[in-house]
Structures are given as structure tokens and as C-alpha cells.
């Protein structure tokens, strides 16, 4: 059974989020506006409370993201959204990929997407 996880209209044609069975799919997120007029650690800060929004309304917690995709505008930043990223997840901490892209919505910075899967397999 599917389920669509959605704290506020997407951007596009997408579910922010999607539930099947044990495993919730996250849409790339970007911060709110507010967060994206500061620094990267701030910005990346934002996007993670994003990712912590739905997470707990489909029931999941940080503990349970297992896979990240990081794209960030500029690869400079990348020091310091570690930084903010690293004290976000605890140990141990999910498997992640970096990529450097030349453009994302909405101006963003930086954009997020994960997997997280519920239980132990």
C-alpha cells in the first residue's frame, strides 16, 4: 500500500513523500525561504528540519534515514554542510552521495533527498 506524505503543496508533479510497506521515500528537499537567505550551515540546517518534518509524520525518525543524496550548487559550501549534516544524523550515520549541480529551485543552495526504512531487516 502506498501512502503520500505532504506537509505542504509540492513544487511540482511529486509526493514530498511516499510510504511503501517499511520504506518512506523523500522527494529532494530545500529549505523554507527564511533559510535560504543565510549562510549554508543555515540553509542545510532548514533542509534538514524539512526532511525531520516528514519523517515524523509518516512515523519515522532520523535514526531510520539510511540513504541521503546531497546536491549542492557550489562544492565550496560543502565544509560547511557537513558540519551542520554530521551533527543532525547520529551514529551510525546513513550512507550519503554528493553531487555538484548547476541550478535548483527556488535559488536553493542545497537540496536533500533520503530513504528511510522502518525496523531491522
Given at each position: 500500500m502506498k501512502k503520500t506524505i505532504a506537509l505542504t503543496t509540492p513544487l511540482g508533479p511529486y509526493s514530498p513523500a511516499l510510504q511503501?510497506?517499511?520504506t518512506l521515500y523523500l522527494?529532494?528537499?530545500?529549505?523554507?525561504d527564511e533559510a535560504r537567505n543565510g549562510s549554508i550551515s543555515l540553509e542545510t540546517e532548514g533542509v534538514l528540519l524539512q526532511i525531520d518534518r516528514l519523517l515524523q509524520a509518516a512515523g519515522f525518525s532520523r535514526?531510520?534515514?539510511v540513504k541521503c543524496t546531497v546536491y549542492l550548487v557550489d562544492f565550496n559550501d560543502f565544509p560547511a554542510m557537513n558540519h551542520a549534516y554530521e551533527s543532525f544524523f547520529?551514529?551510525?550515520k546513513p550512507t550519503r552521495t554528493a553531487i555538484g549541480v548547476t541550478?535548483?529551485?527556488?535559488?536553493?543552495?542545497?537540496?536533500?533527498?533520503?530513504?528511510?526504512v522502518k525496523g531491522d531487516f
Open positions: 511503501l510497506g517499511p522527494s529532494g528537499q530545500i529549505a523554507p535514526s531510520d534515514v547520529s551514529d551510525p541550478g535548483l529551485p527556488k535559488n536553493a543552495r542545497i537540496e536533500i533527498d533520503a530513504i528511510a
